[in-house]
DNA sequence: TCCTTTAGTTACCAAAAGGGAAGTATGGGC
DNA sequence: GCCCATACTTCCCTTTTGGTAACTAAAGGA
């Protein structure tokens, strides 16, 4: 193999998994599968901003790099869970680390607001 | 500045916390920062590829978040430093963490192209 | 017979993101 | 007197993203 190039994302790490768990809503879908296994539509209800174009799109997206697993089940109506892969579960830990910085962050910018509210 | 409300049904913090670090190009910028003070045109070398406006942008938004900070030197030609803020250099563990996972993930996937490598 | 539920897919359209190139200021070197 | 470097900004145009709404199948219930 040869040297990455500077322009391919193997390159940099920290840019291939942002990629994997970074696109829009995969945050919000992530912190809820990585809670309790999830059928489509109590997806949707739990996050009910998100259509459901989008929410199969990021679902399929994280399936595809082998972070969740999709398990249909042959009923009608249909049954589809989702819940977290081998691969989805060594991610929880930093999961977890993004979600206790960013509570220390949101505090620090509410004790800034409120340092500098002047009413 | 639009942080989720703390009561808002819909308040992810990991949704927050890649809202911050997960935007384009921001993987390899806080790559390269978090390992040393660099200047724009040394960004800008090292990341061939992203253009001079997406760099600004993307500096000025992890500034804005208070992750980074920008020194200005009243010098011509000018000079202007990049360097994490202590906010930042709260995120460096989960940088790291972020790269580590990424390196089991590629090489997972690496393996897996090999297993079922036909050629 | 019609309605409901589930887990989608598809088409269409508006908005946002992002690339490329050119312009800007300033002072020093040739 | 012109070019160089730095660190941007601005304009224009294409590509990508994402939302809405409508459509699907199939079984069970009223």
Redesign the pocket.
Same mark, same amino acid.
């Given at each position: 193999m040869s040297h990455p190039a500077p322009d391919d994302p193997l390159f940099c790490p920290t840019e291939t998994a942002l990629g994997i768990i970074g696109? @829009?809503w995969k945050g919000m879908i992530l912190w809820c599968i990585c809670r309790k296994t999830m !059928?489509? =539509?109590?997806l949707h209800r739990t996050i009910p =901003? /998100?259509?459901? !174009?989008?929410l199969? @799109?990021q679902?399929?997206e994280l399936e595809a790099h082998g972070i969740i697993t !999709?398990e *249909?089940f042959a009923q /009608? +109506? +249909? !049954? *589809?869970?989702?819940r977290l892969s081998a691969h989805g579960q060594s991610l929880k830990p930093i999961l977890d680390a993004l979600e206790n910085w960013s509570r220390s962050y949101l505090n620090a910018v509410a004790e800034a607001d409120t340092a500098t509210d002047d009413t």
């Open positions: 696109g @829009k !059928r489509f =539509n109590e =901003n /998100i259509s459901q !174009r989008m199969t @799109k679902l399929r !999709r *249909v /009608i +109506p +249909p !049954r *589809v869970e989702y």
